[in-house]
């Protein structure tokens, strides 16, 4: 998930694993003890980026991936009080190229010059046909989030965290310009960091 607050154009850039790994000091990785708190801060994460964007008189764009992710805004987005998202611009940073109607589609799940975009077809999670926001556009965000739930997603995560043999994946490559970067997960999910995270308390606010 990103949020763009700025104005103007992507300049495309180089992105090499050693420019990635000097920008990470400025990463934030919270660690919750449920799904349940983690949404209700990613929640509030969102609509203060929103609210701060638009008092300044900046426009807010939101862009959302599919998965758990879905479940998690779908239910906690709505909760927030005096929540005004008429003035959002909201759309997706991957789609799986399918019929809106298909299960795997990011558009149907949240239904109920510069490249932005570029397709690609070796996605290693099916459907390995997708569109993808392109990492310049990522890293020109004013906020990007990601967030991983569940035991599954352990190793991966501390690959990407941590680093390991091989290039670095895509999501190591996440380092905005002039911007926050967060790593909301559960307990289970970072069950193999040994790396520095926080823990907030309850109603934690990020």
């Known amino acids: 998930m990103l949020v763009r607050s700025r104005e103007g154009h992507v300049k495309e850039i180089s ?4 420019h990635s790994l000097r920008n990470m000091s400025g990463r934030r990785v919270v ?5 349940a708190e983690l949404g209700s801060t990613l929640a509030q994460l969102v609509s203060s980026r929103a609210e701060k964007a638009l008092n300044t008189g900046a426009s807010f764009s939101l862009g959302l991936s599919g998965g758990s992710l879905v479940s998690i805004l779908s239910k906690e987005l709505p909760a927030v009080p005096n929540l005004d998202c ?3 611009l909201i759309g997706f940073c991957d789609e799986r190229l399918v019929p809106f109607t298909d299960p795997e589609s990011t558009y149907g799940l949240y239904k109920e010059s510069q490249r932005t975009v570029a397709p690609i077809s070796d996605s290693p999670k099916p459907p ?3 569109v993808t926001m392109t990492l310049p556009t990522v890293n020109a965000a004013r906020c990007v989030v990601f967030v991983s739930t569940g035991g599954s997603k352990a190793p991966i995560l501390k690959q990407v965290l941590e680093g390991g043999e091989g290039p670095a994946l895509p999501a190591a490559l996440v380092a905005p310009r002039q911007g926050e970067l967060f790593w909301l997960v559960d307990e289970p999910a970072a069950a193999s960091l040994t790396s520095q995270v926080e823990r907030p308390g309850p109603g934690a606010r990020l």
């Open 128 to 130: 390995p046909q997708r």
């Open 31 to 35: 660690v919750f003890p449920s799904v």
């Open 86 to 88: 008429s003035r959002w």
């Open 15 to 18: 992105l090499l694993r050693k």
